[in-house]
């Protein structure tokens, strides 16, 4: 395809102009009709005053570079072959292009203990944190940042509300994002040795991600890229631009899911040529939560496209895609 030609090689990308949320805006209407524009071209948006200090943004920033400078013996004892702890892409191949994927992560999922009832489900469970010996204070830091970052999608997921016609606190349900699902990937995308001359580094491989929205924080390096339409047989890429301070939103395949395909979940991948940092927060909702079409997004000329499905059972389809190394496109797969 023609996009895992242009993944090969040197090729310049335009970049996506894309709008701004001011989370400190009082008129939730205007955030609402940027974020429905947003979300109905591209999937994919800046949110900028989220009220996360720059303190702790730099701290979660340190921290993880910390991690990822530790010997790769003390990183591989923190490899658990599911979704949490350490894991590596090198040595991986993308499915799609044939070409090797490179970078590290490490991730968090919600933290409950062995004893309850919910730790078996793919997104909860015992964490495997780094000795505080050899970090001190690095899980303090990033539960801190799993809570703060929790908070600023759910205040997200309010304006979305709102953008699809709903009342404002439609998601905060406990059975939905009462009891959400916060899901942190501390990313490395390793190049030390890259003449910034030669091919880009494939990263991440093209998909959409699955929850309601991720939250992406970056530090100054480009790399992520979106295609607007993910259906195109020509796919066109787009350059995503960090913009310090604020976070790059993307909407994944349940919102898209639930909203009948009005809001687009967005297709994106990581091409990079510098050594780079991000830190991704995927915004699940509760293992109950039903995922079903919003009434709002429904009529008799316009049927749901997916029947309810409980979101654990998602998930399992999810988890089972990721270890079996399936890439999510949309929706239908999510
Ligand atoms: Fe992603």
Not at 25 to 36: E, V
């Amino acid at each position: 395809m023609a996009d895992h030609a242009a993944a090969n090689g040197k090729e310049s990308y335009v970049t996506a102009a894309l709008n701004c949320i001011d989370l400190s805006n009082p008129d939730i209407h205007q955030s609402a009709a940027l974020i429905k524009q947003a979300c109905m071209d591209s999937g994919i948006f800046y949110v900028i005053n989220h009220g996360i200090s720059e303190e702790l943004m730099a701290e979660v920033f340190a921290q993880t570079k910390k991690f990822f400078t530790l010997p790769w013996e003390e990183k591989m004892k923190l490899r658990t072959g599911r979704n949490r702890g350490y894991d590596t892409r090198s040595k991986k191949i993308d499915s799609q292009t044939n070409k090797e994927l490179n970078g590290e992560q490490f991730m968090m999922v919600r933290e409950l203990p062995y004893s309850d009832k919910e730790a078996e489900n793919p997104l909860t469970g015992p964490n495997v944190w780094p000795s505080a010996d050899i970090l001190p204070g690095w899980k303090e830091t990033m539960l801190k940042y799993q809570q703060a970052v929790l908070n600023v999608g759910t205040a997200v997921a309010r304006i979305i509300a709102v953008a699809l016609d709903l009342k404002v606190d439609f998601f905060d349900q406990p059975a939905f994002l009462g009891n959400a699902l916060p899901y942190v990937s501390l990313n490395h995308y390793g190049a030390e040795d890259v003449d910034p001359s030669k091919e880009y580094l494939l990263g991440t491989p093209a998909h959409c991600d699955p929850p309601i929205i991720t939250l992406l924080a970056t530090d100054d390096v480009p790399g992520l890229q979106i295609c607007k339409d993910k259906h195109a047989k020509a796919q066109i890429w787009q350059n995503v631009s960090p913009l310090k301070g604020a976070f790059i939103v993307n909407t994944g395949n349940t919102l898209e899911r639930m909203s009948n395909c009005v809001f687009r979940s967005t297709m994106h991948r990581v091409l990079y040529r510098q050594d780079r940092y991000t830190i991704a927060f995927l915004l699940y909702p509760s293992n109950d939560a039903v995922i079903e079409c919003i009434p709002s997004c429904k009529s008799a000329e316009n049927p749901p496209k997916f029947p309810p499905i409980k979101s654990d059972e998602l998930l399992r389809v999810i988890a089972n895609d990721i270890v079996a190394g399936r890439v999510t496109r949309d929706a239908t797969d999510a």
